[in-house]
């Protein structure tokens, strides 16, 4: 564990708002009350050699003066950069936009960085110049109450993540995955190096930003599109982040989610896919996980836990057939289809619901 702790990178020199071998780039958006947590998170990293770029995505609450009065305990590194509001990924770009670090880090304004991310990252992404992106777990904890909700990310109940079992090279704890089919397993599976947990060399943007249209899903098509050319990860099975769960999370994990926020939420999941499907070039195996996966969101999240669930059955029936002519082979998928045509035609004799995905 010590062998990646990153001090030989700590700068002898205060960094400040212009310097530092990593920008940290924290987007947000009438979260006043999360920031204290969050810089005091980034304070307490035992590597320094950073400066923090805040995007304030137009807040209508006292996030400036909050920020004004916190900005001494970072010791003059924070910078701060007001926009117009325009979503979690514009906010993002223009985070990069301001960086000159030689890599990034994005920072969710309701989690909370473990001491050792930034050193552990960086000294993985120093040590190893043919790496492009480390990461680690994340362990789910619920806000209010502070409850462990999941040790870990990578072994949700105790079962190790597909990802897992892709080869790799595994130096001092850290694990460089060498596996031809790693952009398949993202595809399917998805490596869980979210944007929170992960250290990224700035050059991958080179070229690149998010879909400044994206409201959850574009990190996880980024990884993919970069995976696409050539991108190198590597990860530390340790946690490396404290991921809050809460009412007002942005992504699938916030509890109560409305109906439409699932809609909004995998419809968007379905344009990126096609997206990537036309932008692309992908082998074969890729190509066909990419269907697959298509197959599944518009089939059984989109039409089926999204449109059916909340009784747009014109909806869920469009989506079915998308799913279906994406990926036929789904034998679940297509009893269900028969079900749910039986279930809208006589509600009153087939009262039970349709089999779930196996």
Not at 143 to 165: H, K
Not at 306 to 311: E, F, I, M, R, S
Request: glycine content about 8%.
């Amino acid at each position: 564990m010590d062998h990646y702790n990153a001090e030989n990178y700590n700068s002898m020199n205060v960094a400040t708002p212009e310097t530092g071998l990593v920008t940290v780039i924290l987007p947000t958006y009438n979260r006043a009350g999360f920031l204290s947590g969050a810089l005091d998170s980034i304070a307490r990293q035992t590597f320094t050699n950073w400066h923090l770029v805040v995007i304030d995505d137009g807040s209508t609450d006292n996030t400036r003066e909050v920020l004004e009065a916190l900005a001494g305990t970072l010791g003059g590194r924070l910078r701060y950069v007001y926009q117009e509001n325009g979503g979690a990924y514009a906010a993002r770009n223009r985070g990069l936009d301001e960086a000159t670090g030689r890599y990034v880090a994005f920072f969710d304004s309701d989690d909370l960085w473990l001491p050792h991310h930034l050193a552990r990252c960086v000294g993985a992404l120093e040590q190893h110049a043919d790496i492009d992106w480390a990461f680690g777990a994340c362990r789910l904890v619920d806000r209010a109450s502070g409850r462990t909700l999941e040790e870990s990310t990578f072994y949700p109940g105790g079962t190790p993540r597909p990802f897992l079992s892709l080869a790799a090279t595994s130096v001092d704890g850290l694990r460089i995955i060498t596996d031809a089919n790693v952009t398949e397993c993202q595809i399917l599976h998805g490596l869980y190096c979210g944007l929170q947990n992960s250290v990224m060399k700035r050059s991958l943007f080179d070229g690149r930003r998010f879909d400044a249209r994206s409201r959850v899903v574009d990190d996880e098509m980024f990884v993919i599109r970069v995976l696409s050319a050539g991108a190198r990860f590597a990860y530390f099975l340790e946690p490396h982040v404290l991921y809050q769960v809460h009412d007002d999370n942005s992504s699938g994990s916030a509890t109560g989610l409305s109906a439409d926020r699932h809609v909004a939420i995998f419809t968007e999941m379905t344009i990126g896919l096609e997206q990537l499907l036309a932008d692309l070039t992908l082998t074969r195996r890729e190509r066909r996980a990419l269907r697959q996966r298509l197959g599944r969101e518009y089939f059984w999240h989109l039409g089926y836990g999204a449109y059916w669930q909340a009784g747009r059955r014109a909806d869920a029936f469009q989506a079915f057939r998308k799913g279906l002519s994406a990926w036929p082979w789904q034998a679940a998928a297509w009893k269900t289809y028969v079900v749910c045509h039986l279930k809208a035609a006589w509600p009153e004799v087939l009262s039970s619901p349709p089999p779930k995905d196996r």
